[in-house]
């Protein structure tokens, strides 16, 4: 509830109302993302200590999965350069509860440095269409995958976790719509090698609820069940929400978000923001499925980022709490 006043943020008394829906589960995980997709995506760099804060500030709102940052060679992501020096800043986080700080690596030598300084979960980031494999990755689906194996399988090995993103799932700058079976196919494969979840990506927000339901049962058809699936919405055209209440209807249980609304993708220039964890949080709550996520705490924290960005957050519900326009 956000019955609460905290830096600046106005609760309002015994609002959302809760309401639940029939067919909801009752807990939902939010995979934040606001540290890595949010951050990577700024002009600016934001100095190693206020990542730090930022992060541990997420963890203190109680989001207990938050990806930290990435282990890409700095030429192609400034703004995450810092990975070395910032991940052992992390490690009395896991202190304030059960948090995961998952960390992206793009191939074997990412893998290495991610090792090195003791991370337990990692992410694999593929892609649906081949316009975007080769912009991204520079390499085609297929080559990419098989760059994917060997780093699926020592991670694996040494009993790390691996999700593997999945991004143009719904619809591609370049490509134009994309086939469901092409996207199932390059899912199916990333599961194969290995990985322990999969989150389908709305890269630039195209995403409407009938496509959502229409992949997650194809997913589902070819043997990728929806208990190891995420979903990770854009909303570019304000349909991250609705597309969310549809995959959760259909019993997707993780939903990625980022507070305040940060981000978008420095290779796909029409993807803007990722659905905002408080707007998730506020529905999420007005339903009755638990978070374990203080609404309060959270938009507080992403008033706070918003100032070291120096704008203001995009995100609806902090506006709202925060009577900022």
Same mark, same amino acid.
């Given at each position: 509830?956000?019955?609460?006043?905290?830096?600046?943020?106005?609760?309002?008394?015994?609002?959302?109302?809760?309401?639940? &829906?029939?067919?909801?589960?009752? %807990?939902?995980?939010?995979?934040?993302?606001?540290?890595?997709?949010?951050? *990577? $995506?700024?002009?600016?760099?934001?100095?190693?200590?206020?990542?730090?804060?930022?992060?541990?500030?997420?963890?203190?709102?109680?989001?207990?999965?938050?990806?930290?940052?990435?282990?890409?060679?700095?030429?192609?992501?400034?703004?995450?350069?810092?990975?070395?020096?910032?991940?052992? &800043?992390?490690? +009395?986080?896991?202190?304030?509860?059960?948090?995961?700080?998952?960390? &992206?690596?793009? $191939?074997?030598?990412?893998?290495? %440095?991610?090792?090195?300084?003791?991370?337990?979960?990692?992410?694999?980031?593929?892609?649906?269409?081949?316009?975007?494999?080769?912009? $991204?990755?520079?390499?085609?689906?297929?080559?990419?995958?098989?760059?994917? #194996?060997?780093?699926?399988? %020592?991670?694996?090995?040494?009993?790390?976790?691996?999700?593997? /993103?999945?991004?143009?799932?719904?619809?591609?700058?370049? +490509?134009?719509?994309?086939?469901?079976?092409?996207?199932?196919?390059?899912?199916?494969?990333?599961?194969?090698?290995?990985?322990?979840? &999969?989150?389908?990506?709305?890269?630039?927000?195209?995403?409407?609820?009938? *496509?959502?339901?229409?992949?997650?049962?194809?997913?589902?058809?070819?043997?990728?069940?929806?208990?190891?699936?995420?979903?990770?919405?854009?909303?570019? /055209?304000?349909?991250?929400?609705? $597309?969310?209440?549809?995959?959760? *209807?259909?019993?997707?249980?993780?939903?990625?978000?980022?507070?305040?609304?940060?981000?978008?993708?420095?290779?796909?220039?029409?993807?803007?923001?990722?659905?905002?964890?408080?707007?998730?949080?506020?529905?999420?709550?007005?339903?009755?499925?638990?978070?374990?996520?203080?609404?309060?705490?959270?938009?507080?924290?992403?008033?706070?980022?918003? #100032?070291?960005?120096?704008?203001?957050?995009?995100?609806?519900?902090?506006?709202?709490?925060?009577?900022? +326009?």
């Amino acid at each position: 509830m956000t019955g609460i006043e905290e830096d600046g943020v106005t609760g309002t008394a015994a609002l959302p109302m809760t309401v639940p &829906l029939p067919g909801l589960p009752a %807990r939902v995980r939010i995979h934040e993302v606001g540290a890595r997709d949010g951050l *990577q $995506n700024e002009a600016s760099v934001v100095p190693t200590e206020v990542k730090a804060q930022f992060i541990r500030r997420l963890a203190e709102a109680g989001l207990t999965t938050i990806e930290a940052t990435s282990f890409v060679h700095p030429k192609w992501v400034p703004q995450l350069a810092d990975a070395e020096r910032l991940f052992p &800043l992390l490690g +009395e986080i896991a202190d304030i509860g059960d948090v995961e700080l998952p960390v &992206l690596v793009p $191939n074997e030598r990412g893998l290495d %440095r991610a090792l090195a300084l003791g991370a337990r979960r990692i992410a694999v980031f593929g892609s649906a269409t081949e316009t975007f494999a080769a912009r $991204n990755l520079n390499r085609t689906v297929d080559e990419s995958l098989a760059m994917f #194996e060997p780093v699926v399988a %020592r991670a694996t090995a040494e009993g790390v976790g691996v999700r593997g /993103y999945l991004s143009m799932c719904f619809g591609d700058p370049w +490509e134009g719509a994309v086939p469901l079976g092409q996207v199932v196919r390059v899912a199916k494969a990333l599961m194969d090698l290995g990985c322990d979840e &999969l989150s389908l990506g709305d890269t630039i927000g195209v995403a409407t609820p009938g *496509q959502v339901v229409a992949l997650l049962a194809a997913l589902n058809d070819a043997g990728v069940p929806t208990a190891s699936i995420g979903v990770h919405f854009h909303d570019t /055209y304000g349909q991250a929400l609705s $597309n969310t209440l549809a995959a959760l *209807q259909q019993g997707v249980t993780t939903v990625d978000a980022s507070a305040g609304g940060l981000g978008g993708c420095p290779y796909a220039k029409s993807a803007t923001g990722n659905l905002a964890t408080e707007d998730l949080v506020w529905m999420l709550d007005g339903l009755g499925v638990d978070t374990g996520v203080d609404l309060g705490a959270l938009t507080a924290t992403s008033v706070w980022m918003a #100032e070291q960005l120096g704008r203001p957050s995009p995100s609806r519900t902090v506006r709202a709490l925060t009577h900022k +326009e």
